[in-house]
C-alpha cells in the first residue's frame, strides 16, 4: 500500500481511505470490526468517518453509531498511532443539533463528543460536512442558485471556526482541518483568511468523485493542484452502481438502494447505460470494473484519495485490490470517449 503526504497537512496517509458510513447501520459493530482489521492487515491506515454517521438512513438514535464502533475497535486493538482518523462536524439541517449552522461552540462541542465516542485523545483531520451557506453537491447542481450570502457575515464565521481550529491544533485535540462539499469559492476564502490571518489553513476537500460523477475536473482540479488541496473523494463506486451489481433494475437484498431507493438521486434515466458503458470498458481490458474504477480515481492529475467503504468482507477485499493499479493509456483512452459520450448521468 502506498503512502502520499495529505497536501500540506503534514499527515502522511495510505493511498486509499476506508470508509465506515455503513458501520452500526448496514454493518453490526462485529462486522465494523472485522472490515476494520482487513483494512490494517493490507495498509489502509487512513479512515474516515463523521459524527452524523451511520447513514442509509441517518437517525437520530444511530448517530454516533459509527465514531463508538471505531472507539470500541481501538479499545480492544490499541495502536491508535497506526491510524490517521478523520471526522466531521455536521452543520445546519442534520439530526445532528437541527438547524444549528457551525460555529467555534459548536464545533467544539463536536470534537469533544467525536474525542469520547473514538475514546481517542486526537483527531488527525477534523472536516467541515457541510458549508453554512449550503453547496451545490449532492444534485443539487441542477437547481443552484447563489444565495448572495453577506460577504461580511461568512467572513466572520469563517474567522471564527479557524480561530477555534487553532486553539484546538494547540491543545492537541486536532491536527488538521478540511473542508467537505465545498465550492472553489469557498475554499478559496478559507485559504485567504487563514493565510492573511495566520490561522490554520483548511488542508483538503473531501467531494464526490467517480466515473459517472466529476464536477471536480476543471476549476477545482485546477485549485487542487495549485493550493495542494488534496480531494478525498466520496462514493468512487456511484454508491455501488459501478459494480454492476444494480444492472437491470436488479435490487439486492441488503444493498444501498434497498434502503434508497433513488441513491440519493443517482438513479436516472441515463445513469444505467453510463455504468453499462464503463462496465464494458472493464471487460474488455479484464479488469474488475471496481478496481477500475477506484483506480481511475488515483490516475488524475490532481492528488486524489478514494474512500472505499463496503457491506461485506468479500467486497472489501475487492476494492483494496485497487491499491497500486495503474491504468494504461489504452483503458483511460476509452474511459475518456465514454464520458464524452455519457456525460454528468446524474
Known amino acids: 500500500m502506498q503512502t502520499l503526504?495529505?497536501?500540506?497537512?503534514?499527515?502522511?496517509?495510505?493511498?486509499?481511505?476506508?470508509?465506515?458510513?455503513?458501520?452500526g447501520s448496514q454493518n453490526t459493530e462485529a462486522e465494523g470490526h472485522a472490515q476494520a482489521d482487513a483494512a490494517v492487515d493490507r495498509g489502509i491506515t487512513f479512515w474516515d468517518t463523521a459524527e452524523m454517521y451511520p447513514t442509509n438512513p441517518v437517525k437520530a438514535e444511530t448517530v454516533g453509531g459509527t465514531e463508538a464502533i471505531i472507539g470500541t475497535w481501538l479499545a480492544s486493538r490499541g495502536g491508535r498511532e497506526r491510524l490517521q482518523i478523520a471526522t466531521k462536524i455536521t452543520g445546519k439541517g442534520a439530526i445532528v443539533r437541527p438547524g444549528q449552522p457551525i460555529t467555534g461552540a459548536t464545533m467544539r462541542a463536536a470534537v469533544e463528543g467525536s474525542l469520547r465516542r473514538l475514546q481517542t485523545d486526537y483527531i488527525d483531520l477534523y472536516q467541515l460536512h457541510w458549508p453554512n451557506r449550503g453547496s451545490y453537491h449532492f444534485r443539487q447542481m441542477w437547481t443552484y442558485a447563489p444565495t448572495g450570502t453577506d460577504k461580511a457575515t461568512e467572513t466572520a464565521h469563517m474567522v471564527e471556526v479557524l480561530t477555534t481550529a487553532q486553539a484546538l491544533?494547540?491543545?492537541?485535540?486536532?491536527?488538521?482541518?478540511?473542508?467537505?462539499?465545498?465550492?472553489?469559492?469557498?475554499?478559496?476564502?478559507?485559504?485567504?483568511?487563514?493565510?492573511?490571518?495566520?490561522?490554520?489553513a483548511m488542508g483538503t476537500v473531501q467531494n464526490e468523485y467517480s466515473l459517472l460523477c466529476r464536477q471536480f475536473d476543471t476549476d477545482w482540479a485546477e485549485f487542487s493542484v495549485a493550493e495542494d488541496m488534496p480531494l478525498l473523494a466520496f462514493s468512487p463506486l456511484a454508491c455501488g452502481l459501478l459494480s454492476g451489481k444494480y444492472a437491470g433494475g436488479v435490487v439486492p437484498e441488503g444493498t444501498r438502494r434497498s434502503f434508497t431507493p433513488d441513491l440519493g438521486g443517482r438513479m436516472t434515466a441515463r445513469v444505467l447505460p453510463a455504468v453499462a458503458a464503463c462496465l464494458d470498458v472493464a471487460a474488455r481490458h479484464g479488469l474488475d470494473p471496481c478496481q477500475m474504477a477506484i483506480a481511475f480515481c488515483r490516475s488524475r492529475p490532481f492528488t486524489t484519495i478514494p474512500i472505499i467503504g463496503a457491506t461485506t468482507l468479500a467486497q472489501l477485499e475487492v476494492n483494496m485490490g485497487a491499491a497500486g493499479l495503474v491504468l494504461g493509456a489504452e483503458v483511460l483512452a476509452d474511459i475518456a470517449q465514454t464520458h464524452r459520450a455519457c456525460p454528468a448521468p446524474y
Do not use: D
Open 5 to 23: 503526504r495529505l497536501g500540506k497537512t503534514g499527515l502522511t496517509v495510505s493511498e486509499l481511505c476506508l470508509g465506515t458510513m455503513t458501520w
Open 169 to 200: 491544533v494547540a491543545e492537541g485535540k486536532v491536527r488538521a482541518i478540511g473542508l467537505s462539499n465545498e465550492s472553489v469559492w469557498g475554499a478559496a476564502r478559507w485559504l485567504h483568511l487563514a493565510e492573511t490571518l495566520g490561522l490554520p
